[in-house]
């Protein structure tokens, strides 16, 4: 356990990423799914020219737009982006706005930033078979992806790390 998946040459990966709340979570979830590469946490949507280097501090301060998230690079062969979209649902509160358990501000909204047409047409078909499940409107909002921000090394991995199943009290 611990030990990052390596990627071969041959290996073909695509990327997807995932807002739901606290992105130590997000990437907890979905570092254990069969078919995923490489989960990397970070942030994405935010205003890029007032804050072209995020950092939690900054991101924290709800000044920023940007969204806690986490990259997720599968191999589509192994698992298709539908089925990370199910883990993706499944995995928070999605009619929550901009928070999630006792975490709250922008940073934590509920968001799908897709990376191609095929994933917002896929993405946004989730959504509403999703929304038949609840009486209250479904908060998750659907993005095209923008340059994504490595988040600092101490937050890579970081349940992992201190050997935590979750974040969630």
């Known amino acids: 356990m611990g030990k990052e998946?390596?990627?071969t040459k041959k290996e073909k990966t695509e990327?997807?990423?995932?807002?739901e709340g606290c992105f130590w979570n997000t990437e907890e979830v979905f570092r254990k799914v069969k078919g995923v590469v490489k989960t990397?946490?970070?942030?994405m949507g935010g205003?890029?020219?007032k804050y072209p280097n995020p950092t939690y501090e900054k991101v924290c301060s709800d000044k920023t737009g940007f969204v806690e998230v986490c990259l997720v690079q599968f191999n589509p062969d192994i698992i298709?982006?539908?089925k990370l979209l199910g883990e993706f649902w499944k995995s928070h509160d999605p009619r929550q706005i901009n928070k999630q358990g006792p975490d709250f501000g922008t940073q934590y909204k509920s968001v799908i930033f897709y990376c191609n047409m095929k994933q917002k047409e896929l993405s946004e078909k989730s959504k509403k078979v999703e929304?038949?499940?609840y009486d209250q409107p479904i908060a998750t909002e659907i993005k095209?992806?923008?340059?994504?921000?490595?988040?600092?090394?101490?937050?890579?991995?970081?349940?992992m790390k201190r050997n935590w199943k979750t974040c969630r009290i």
């Open 144 to 159: 095209r992806a923008k340059k994504f921000y490595r988040a600092e090394d101490y937050h890579q991995k970081y349940l």
């Open 40 to 43: 990397t946490v970070g942030y």
């Open 47 to 49: 205003d890029e020219k």
């Open 15 to 19: 990327n997807a990423v995932f807002g």
């Open 5 to 7: 998946k390596q990627t």
């Open 131 to 133: 929304q038949l499940k």
């Open 80 to 82: 298709s982006y539908k």
